[in-house]
T-cell receptor
Framework: DSGVTQTPKHLITATGQRVTLRCSPRSGDLSVYWYQQSLDQGLQFLIQYYNGEERAKGNILERFSAQQFPDLHSELNLSSLELGDSALYFC???????????????FGEGSWLTVV | LAKTTQPISMDSYEGQEVNITCSHNNIATNDYITWYQQFPSQGPRFIIQGYKTKVTNEVASLFIPADRKSSTLSLPRVSLSDTAVYYCLVAILDSSYKLIFGSGTRLLVRP
């Protein structure tokens, strides 16, 4: 158990709909990362938040948005869903390093999204 | 962020030692090298991390040459359960860094 909690674990929805995926980071972690992984594909970095602020953005579609709340949990909002959005969405968290040592990011078990 | 290059796939047999090499020619001074393991439909899991020379834990060893432009993950005596995708990640984890994973190496362990 990594300590990162994602809900829901599975979600089936229709094209055109909107869904929200939720992530609770490990206790004390300030950074949250979102990744998308389609079937048999690699991990695509979507976006990162640090202590409530967006810090880095990857290949995230305009239909997708995210936020991190004061309690540090994060939500990934996916709208106008298309069949191609079907994927496993991972959240990860980390505590920022002071630069003098390495760090590790911890992944949740993912949210399976199926768009039909 | 240093780009990484790994073999797409590797085959091995139970009981053998497996070495997976990752190239990261543009590694920066403050970058650390971290390896993750991912089973199908699961989140990646931390295996080992290092900065230079050699690091060993109960699961694996990580060898990093002096120039740090590559690293080798060594899995001793693999078993069928080690069949997974292994990712090499080179980064320093501060508050504003994109963590972009490479394609990973798909390891298949045969009986």
């Amino acid at each position: 158990d990594s300590g990162v909690t994602q809900t829901p674990k599975h979600l089936i929805t229709a094209t055109g709909q909107r869904v929200t995926l939720r992530c609770s980071p490990r206790s004390g972690d300030l950074s949250v990362y979102w990744y998308q992984q389609s079937l048999d594909q690699g991990l695509q970095f979507l976006i990162q938040y640090y202590n409530g602020e967006e810090r880095a953005k990857g290949n995230i579609l305009e239909r997708f948005s995210a936020q991190q709340f004061p309690d540090l949990h994060s939500e990934l909002n996916l709208s106008s869903l298309e069949l191609g959005d079907s994927a496993l969405y991972f959240c990860a968290s980390s505590f920022p390093t002071d630069g003098a040592s390495g760090n590790t990011i911890y992944f949740g078990e993912g949210s399976w999204l199926t768009v039909v | 962020l240093a780009k990484t290059t790994q073999p797409i796939s590797m085959d091995s047999y139970e009981g053998q030692e497996v070495n997976i090499t990752c190239s990261h020619n543009n590694i920066a001074t403050n970058d650390y090298i971290t390896w993750y393991q991912q089973f199908p439909s699961q989140g990646p899991r931390f295996i080992i991390q290092g900065y230079k020379t050699k690091v060993t834990n109960e699961v694996a060893s990580l060898f990093i040459p002096a120039d740090r432009k590559s690293s080798t993950l060594s899995l001793p005596r693999v078993s069928l359960s080690d069949t997974a995708v292994y990712y090499c990640l080179v980064a320093i984890l501060d508050s504003s860094y994109k963590l972009i994973f490479g394609s990973g190496t798909r390891l298949l362990v045969r009986p």
